[in-house]
């Protein structure tokens, strides 16, 4: 199997907050973990590709200092939302890639059950 | 940019109906991936076909892929009330990433 556990599954926060979501990967060791946003009705948009031991790689008009991704270990990969505000309000999904043998480009992706944060 | 398109947005058929949903892409790619998504959820990865390979068959599922078109279609056969979610498609490069395209809403009424 290829469990991928997100928490929480809701905030809700008042403006100014600092919110800390976690992903952990319970069955396997994910060399890659991803996050992503998800507006209502819409694709996924991702954010950000987390690396084990390594500083994240973000997408081009993600602010850097207001989503803070740590992957500290195989298995835990954290995004905190810094001084959150109402439009940062959003449902936040990560992913978990098994490593891979020759080569990471056709692999699946292993989802979390999203966050839905919401700013007052 | 958004890779994949998928088409139709909403389809709503009968239980005991087959679904079909398309996915158009417009860059060349290495593999492509259908996930299924419940309402409030994650995704749930379903298939992956490389771009070697024209069909892929799992259970009720069946996907075929034309790179001469950059197209790809999910069929989903005899169709349950608890196939009722968004399935989205999503584009492998050469890198590690995904582009996800808008999705497919599927209703199946009992």
């Known amino acids: 199997g290829a469990v991928v556990s997100q928490h929480p599954s809701r905030v809700i926060c008042k403006s100014g907050t600092s919110v800390k979501i976690e992903c952990r990967s319970l069955d396997f060791q994910a060399t890659t973990m991803f996050w992503y946003r998800q507006f209502p009705k819409k694709s996924l948009m991702l954010m950000a590709t987390s690396n084990e031991g390594s500083k994240a790689t973000y997408e081009q008009g993600v602010e850097k200092d207001k989503f803070l991704i740590n992957h500290a270990s195989l298995t835990l990969s954290t995004l905190t939302v810094t001084s959150a505000h109402p439009e940062d309000s959003s449902f936040y999904i990560c992913s978990a890639q098994k490593p891979y043998r020759t080569g990471i480009s056709n692999q699946p992706q292993h989802f979390g059950d999203g966050t839905r944060l919401s700013i007052l | ?110």
């Open chain 2, 1 to 110: 940019s958004q890779q994949g398109e998928e088409d139709p947005q909403a389809l709503s058929i009968q239980e005991g109906e087959n679904a079909t949903m398309n996915c158009s892409y417009k860059t060349s790619i290495n593999n492509l991936q259908w996930y299924r998504q419940n309402s409030g959820r994650g995704l749930v990865h379903l298939i992956l076909i490389r771009s070697n390979e024209r069909e892929k068959h799992s259970g009720r599922l069946r996907v075929t892929l034309d790179t001469s078109k950059k197209s790809s279609s999910l069929l989903i056969t005899a169709s349950r009330a608890a196939d009722t979610a968004s399935y989205f498609c999503a584009t492998g490069g050469s890198n590690y990433k995904l582009t996800f395209g808008k999705g497919t809403l599927l209703t199946v009424n009992p």
